[in-house]
């Protein structure tokens, strides 16, 4: 059973991730193509109508409009709520996972910065360089508030991940971007040495997915598939995020 406060803190965090995440939604539409994240206020991508505050409640107004534009009736997409519900998940994980601990902001705030991340790089194959900004000072911010101590250790963590993957993209410029490089770069800024476990996740769940599609599509054509590996790092990052540490101190007591 969880503790009382961890139990509200993860409350807490669920409840903010729902409206933190209709927020992502904006940020993942509007970034890539180059409109401003505050103005207009949400409207309908259909016929343009201002979405009122009682329609714009995370996840409930979605259900209670069955799915449509109350203006047009023109069907809102599933992801939206489902990323709502995604992003609160997450940061009540996040939250149960620190507890009320210090720790804790650096998880929320690298949870909040890979879900659009993750959402950009599948619609349009790019991770926009305001979001790595964003977060690259992001994380020495909360380092140096919270853990100042551990920020030579990230700093190294994010030259060795972005500069493993730089390697890989100026090898292969066809398979990996420079937004993968960044990425790489921002995540251990966020996970410090917790960045291996990722970065191996990552690369596990990539080559797993590009056989998948080979064995579908054929080897020659297979290999001509565009997949964007920004989603395969977030993943990784998660991984890292939340049982990067254990698995670190299990790989060195058993092999070190």
Not at 8 to 16: D, I, K, Q, S, T
Not at 85 to 91: I, N, S, V
Not at 183 to 192: D, I, K
Not at 228 to 254: H, M, N, Q
Request: charged share 15%; proline share 7%; hydrophobic share 55%.
């Amino acid at each position: 059973m969880l503790p009382v406060s961890t139990g509200v803190g993860a409350a807490l965090a669920g409840g903010m991730g729902l409206l933190i995440g209709s927020f992502l939604n904006v940020v993942a539409y509007r970034l890539p193509r180059g409109e401003s994240l505050v103005s207009p206020p949400s409207r309908c991508p259909a016929c343009e109508a201002p979405v009122r505050p009682y329609d714009n409640v995370p996840v409930l107004s979605w259900l209670a409009l069955r799915g449509r534009c109350r203006r047009c009736g023109e069907r809102i997409a599933w992801r939206y709520p489902l990323v709502e519900l995604l992003t609160a998940l997450l940061l009540a994980t996040v939250a149960v996972r620190f507890g009320t601990g210090e720790a804790v902001w650096l998880g929320l705030a690298f949870v909040v910065l890979l879900v659009p991340v993750t959402l950009i790089d599948l619609d349009f194959r790019i991770i926009p360089n305001p979001l790595m900004l964003a977060g690259s000072v992001a994380a020495p911010a909360i380092l140096a508030l919270t853990a100042p101590e551990a920020i030579p250790e990230h700093l190294i963590a994010a030259v060795a991940a972005g500069g493993f993957l730089l390697v890989a993209a100026i090898a292969y410029p066809a398979g990996m971007g420079m937004g993968d490089v960044k990425l790489a770069f921002v995540m251990g800024l966020f996970l410090g040495r917790d960045v291996a476990v990722a970065m191996f996740v990552a690369m596990f769940a990539g080559s797993v997915v590009g056989v998948a599609v080979m064995a579908v599509k054929g080897a020659k054509e297979g290999r001509k598939t565009a997949i964007p590996f920004g989603p395969f790092l977030a993943l990784g990052g998660l991984v890292g995020l939340l049982a990067g540490e254990p698995v670190i101190d299990w790989y060195l007591r058993t092999f070190a």
